[in-house]
Nanobody, 116 residues
Framework: QVQLVESGGGQVQPGGSLRLSCAASGSILNINTISWHRQPLEKQRELVAAMSSGGSTTYADSVKGRFTISRDVIKNIIYLQMNDLKPEDTALYSC??????????WGPGTQVTVSS
């Protein structure tokens, strides 16, 4: 099982952008699903974006058109590009790699705060 470490979080104003990175300790090429999840304070974790091993992607309705998941299979990094950020995007963002979203390996997370 790969180990995952996220980076790229921080504080940004509404309308701003951030790119999160998730570095894997091994190859992500054949992992069935890679995904990003987020958990706002005192709320349940939710799936934000997922990508299959074949490259197909799915997004939560709340982030469609603003967030993009991608991967670099040479560097073994999973990205989440986040544009037009809103205060409701504030959360701890974690990456996940496994058979289906929510199973397998997790990173410790990176905090994203959107406020003016």
């Amino acid at each position: 099982q790969v180990q995952l470490v996220e980076s790229g979080g921080g504080q940004v104003q509404p309308g701003g952008s951030l790119r999160l990175s998730c570095a894997a300790s091994g190859s992500i090429l054949n992992i069935n699903t890679i995904s990003w999840h987020r958990q706002p304070l005192e709320k349940q974790r939710e799936l934000v974006a997922a990508m299959s091993s074949g490259g197909s992607t799915t997004y939560a309705d709340s982030v469609k058109g603003r967030f993009t998941i991608s991967r670099d299979v040479i560097k073994n990094i999973i990205y989440l590009q986040m544009n037009d950020l809103k205060p409701e995007d504030t959360a701890l963002y974690s990456c996940n790699a496994g058979p289906i979203p929510g199973f397998g390996a997790w990173g410790p997370g990176t905090q994203v705060t959107v406020s003016s």
